[in-house]
C-alpha cells in the first residue's frame, strides 16, 4: 500500500535559517502529494501541492518539488519566522477508483521557530 | 502499527439520504476529529472529542451530527444528503496534546 515517510522532528531552528523538512513517499502510479500544515490552535490547511513529476508547489515562501527519480517531496524555506511555528504533513493523494481518491499522511513534524 | 481506520473507504448516495461514517481511531488515543474537504479545497474541521465528549466544533452542517462511544470509536452521521456534500472525510486521532494520526478518508458522492 501507500506510505509517506517524513522526518519526525521536533525541528528547532532560529529565526531567518534554512529549513528543510524531508518527506519520502511509497506509491504505484503517479499520485499527488501535498504539504499540510497545522498551527497552534488552529485547524489543518493545505500549504502546497504538486500533481506530477518536476511540478513545484510554492507558498508563503515555502517550496517543494515532486522528484518522481528519488520519490521525494522534501519542504524548504529560504528564511523561517517565528510565525511559521507548527506541525506539517506530508500527503499524498492517489486515484482509488470509482471517482475516489485516498489521502496518506505522514507522522508530522513539528517545528519550532525561536527568536 | 495501527493506524486510524476509516470506513466504509467510498460511499456513493442520492440527495436526501443519509450516510454513517466510521472512524476507529489509534488504541488508547482519546481525542478525534472530523475534516471534510472537498475538490481542491483545504479542509474544513467538522467537530471533535475527547473522552467521548464534544470538545470543539467547527463548520458542520445542523443536518450532521457526531458521537464518539465507549469504545473511542467515533461515527459521523449525515442526513438529508446534498449535491455538495459530496467530498473526503478524513478522521484524525491523538493521545491527549501529541501529534495528529489522520486516517485515510472515507470518499462521499452524492448524486
Known amino acids: 500500500g501507500n506510505s509517506v515517510t517524513q522526518m519526525e522532528g521536533p525541528v528547532t531552528l532560529s529565526e531567518e535559517a534554512f529549513l528543510t523538512i524531508n518527506c519520502t513517499y511509497t506509491?504505484?502510479?503517479?499520485?499527488?502529494l501535498f504539504w499540510y500544515v497545522q498551527y497552534p490552535g488552529e485547524g489543518l490547511q493545505l500549504l502546497l501541492k504538486?500533481?506530477?513529476?518536476?511540478d513545484k508547489g510554492s507558498n508563503k515562501g515555502f517550496e517543494a518539488t515532486y522528484r518522481k527519480e528519488t520519490t521525494s517531496f522534501h519542504l524548504e524555506k529560504g528564511s523561517v519566522q517565528v510565525s511559521d511555528s507548527a506541525v506539517y504533513f506530508c500527503a499524498l493523494s492517489q486515484y482509488s477508483g470509482a471517482g475516489s481518491y485516498q489521502l496518506t499522511f505522514g507522522k508530522g513534524t513539528k517545528l519550532s521557530v525561536i527568536p | 502499527a495501527a493506524g486510524v481506520i476509516q470506513s466504509p473507504r467510498h460511499l456513493i448516495k442520492e440527495k436526501r439520504e443519509t450516510a454513517t461514517l466510521k472512524c476507529y481511531p489509534i488504541?488508547?488515543?482519546?481525542?478525534v476529529y472530523w475534516y471534510q474537504q472537498g475538490p481542491g479545497q483545504d479542509p474544513q474541521f467538522l467537530i471533535s472529542f475527547y473522552e467521548k465528549m464534544q470538545s470543539d466544533k467547527g463548520s458542520i452542517p445542523d443536518r450532521f451530527s457526531a458521537q464518539q462511544f465507549s469504545d473511542y470509536h467515533s461515527e459521523l452521521n449525515m442526513s438529508s444528503l446534498e449535491l455538495g456534500d459530496s467530498a473526503l472525510y478524513f478522521c484524525?486521532?491523538?493521545?491527549?496534546?501529541?501529534?495528529?494520526?489522520f486516517g485515510s478518508g472515507t470518499q462521499l458522492s452524492v448524486l
Open positions: 488504541p488508547r488515543h482519546d481525542t
Open positions: 504538486a500533481t506530477k513529476a518536476d
Open positions: 484524525a486521532s491523538r493521545q491527549f496534546n501529541e501529534k495528529l494520526f
Open positions: 506509491a504505484t502510479g503517479y499520485p499527488s
